[in-house]
């Protein structure tokens, strides 16, 4: 499906998808979600990842079934799934491609098949549905041998199973944690892309407050580095703003964690249902250093636990290692507002 990007699209920096499915509800919530946000003019795949049986039995000392009529009960429902995705995207008027992915072709690595079936289709968006410490979140956290977020170059999308499928157009209330990173600042570029007309988009730099017995640094003067280098961060931010359509309203500044029982993912996360946001970005890899807060395993913990569509985003120089350049410029981010 090759078309030009409508007025309704908000995917316009996206022109390849691949929404990775299976039977639970998660899935349901992740296309429809998908079609909100507006694919007209993107090429949609949709996988579904065939387990194999033996490695489930296995992992439950399960004895005495029956392991062909359990592969089949397998594929029916992984095919099933694609079925029910693919009519809700035909329900839009949409066609997609569809395909079951045999996990024994990758030695039933699940992370490593995704990064495989992106890469090879030249994804430049991943979608997965998640069911918070079930199902596709183990796509994600990868509990095989590695997250799909470090493996897959290309952004990826997360669709809390508690979704509720309400929004018409692209998300209103954007919701941005940085830390000064490059993966960070390519997630703001990124992010911003997504916003509906009219809509508010908001920056916050975590300081971590928290203390903990395990601390070298004296908690003043680690909380006054945070405080400089976030206004160093902000300062970025409010850049990138400036090249905004007219009509979305910024804002951004500092988030605190709590000084005990707390930590940085919690905070994000209280943040996104407090205000609310629509859609949460991230970046990921995050830099080590006097933040220390490393948005490669922040962005884990928040997918983990967030009730809020999450965005993970690697930096620029990272997607190019097997993509081409895609760095989005603030030019070219006005650009594609003039478009819409």
């Excluded at 669709?159 to 997630?187: C, N, R, W």
């Amino acid at each position: 499906m090759n078309q030009q990007v409508s007025s309704d699209s908000h995917l316009a920096c996206f022109s390849r998808l691949l929404l990775c499915v299976d039977s639970s509800i998660a899935s349901i919530h992740a296309a429809t979600y998908a079609c909100q946000l507006g694919v007209t003019g993107v090429q949609v795949r949709v996988v579904s990842v065939l387990e194999n049986p033996r490695a489930i039995l296995s992992a439950h000392s399960a004895t005495g079934l029956n392991i062909a009529a359990f592969s089949d009960e397998l594929r029916e429902s992984a095919n099933v799934a694609l079925s029910n995705v693919r009519r809700i995207f035909e329900d839009h008027g949409l066609t997609v491609e569809a395909e079951l992915i045999d996990l024994a072709r990758y030695g039933g690595d699940v992370s490593h098949a995704l990064a495989s079936e992106a890469q090879g289709w030249n994804a430049d968006l991943l979608v997965l549905g998640a069911r918070q410490h079930h199902g596709l979140l183990r796509w994600v956290e990868g509990a095989v041998s590695g997250p799909v977020s470090k493996l897959v170059k290309c952004p990826v999308l997360v669709v809390p199973e508690s979704y509720e499928p309400q929004l018409q157009h692209g998300p209103t209330k954007i919701l941005f944690a940085i830390d000064g990173s490059p993966a960070s600042h390519q997630a703001l570029l990124t992010g911003v892309t997504l916003a509906a007309k009219g809509a508010h988009v908001r920056a916050l730099f975590v300081v971590d407050r928290t203390i903990r017995f395990t601390d070298l640094v004296p908690m003043e003067v680690r909380e006054a580095d945070l405080v400089d280098e976030g206004k160093r961060a902000l300062a970025t931010v409010a850049e990138v703003f400036t090249s905004l359509a007219p009509g979305i309203s910024t804002d951004s500044g500092f988030l605190h964690t709590k000084r005990t029982g707390d930590d940085i993912a919690h905070a994000i996360v209280r943040e996104a249902v407090r205000w609310p946001a629509d859609l949460l970005v991230m970046g990921t890899h995050g830099r080590r250093g006097v933040a220390g807060w490393v948005l490669g395993s922040v962005s884990s913990r928040v997918a983990r636990i967030t009730a809020t569509r999450l965005l993970l985003v690697r930096a620029a120089a990272d997607q190019a290692e097997n993509h081409e350049e895609t760095e989005t410029s603030t030019l070219e981010i006005r650009s594609l507002w003039n478009q819409s």
